[in-house]
């Protein structure tokens, strides 16, 4: 298995542009996991779904991002419209079960950069 | 409420000196502790879980429950050691699902 793969590995953008962020789970993953890593803030947790279901989405910032799993292979984080301070790293892991007795298992990231 | 706190964001040591980097939680009820690491050019991944009770590359972590602390300890450090760590923290109150990450502290082990 090739891990969790994420798509695209660095995007470029400009102010005001739609951004989609894609990720493919580990095949037989229920969780799937959302995140955000900036130098200020460390990584935050922003959304997760089990079974393609959202279920906290605490940690979405704002109305301007969005998360869907259409299926059990594919999940998009969209940002519309984008801004500068959206910059950072986001990475998606996915985990067989519940719990912690599960590993979260990290794909490689996206690194956006909005100017 | 969950917090992880990570004090140092960088540390720097020389090959073979101890290492120790500061992890300090937040949380009222029972958690869950573990360190990721990140190295270069990799991904983040699990190091060590305080329930399990084991040490991973000669690194071992004690959960304090009197001082909220989970330390992640190794007595001589090496250079292959030199990444980005993560003290990460989950409660029952979430079913476990949530990890709460530290701001990280990225472990420079010079020769």
């Known amino acids: 298995d090739a891990g969790v793969i994420q798509s695209p590995r660095h995007e470029v953008t400009e102010m005001g542009q739609e951004v989609t962020l894609r990720c493919k789970p580990i095949?037989?993953?229920?969780?799937l996991f959302w995140y955000r890593q900036t130098m200020m803030r460390g990584l935050e947790l922003l959304i997760y779904f089990n079974n393609n279901v959202p279920i906290d989405d605490s940690g979405m910032p704002e109305d301007r991002f969005s998360a869907k799993m259409p299926n059990a292979s594919f999940s998009t984080l969209k940002i519309q419209p984008s801004e500068p301070r959206d910059s950072a790293v986001y990475f998606c892991?996915?985990?067989?079960?519940?719990?912690?007795?599960?590993?979260?298992?990290f794909g490689p990231g996206t690194r956006l950069t909005v100017t | 409420a969950q917090r992880v706190t990570q004090p140092e964001k960088l540390l720097s040591v020389f090959k073979g000196a101890p290492v120790e980097l500061k992890c300090n939680y937040s949380y009222s009820g029972s958690p869950e502790l573990f360190w990721y690491v990140q190295y270069s050019r990799q991904r983040l991944q699990l190091l060590l879980r305080h329930i399990s009770r084991e040490s991973i590359k000669g690194f071992t972590a004690d959960l304090n429950k009197g001082e909220t602390s989970f330390h992640l300890k190794k007595p001589f450090a090496q250079e292959e050691d030199s990444a980005m760590y993560y003290c990460a923290l989950s409660g029952a109150d979430n079913a476990g699902n949530m990890l709460t990450f530290g701001g990280g502290t990225r472990l420079m082990v010079k020769p």
């Open positions: 892991a996915s985990s067989l079960g519940p719990g912690t007795q599960y590993e979260q298992y």
């Open positions: 095949s037989g993953h229920d969780y």
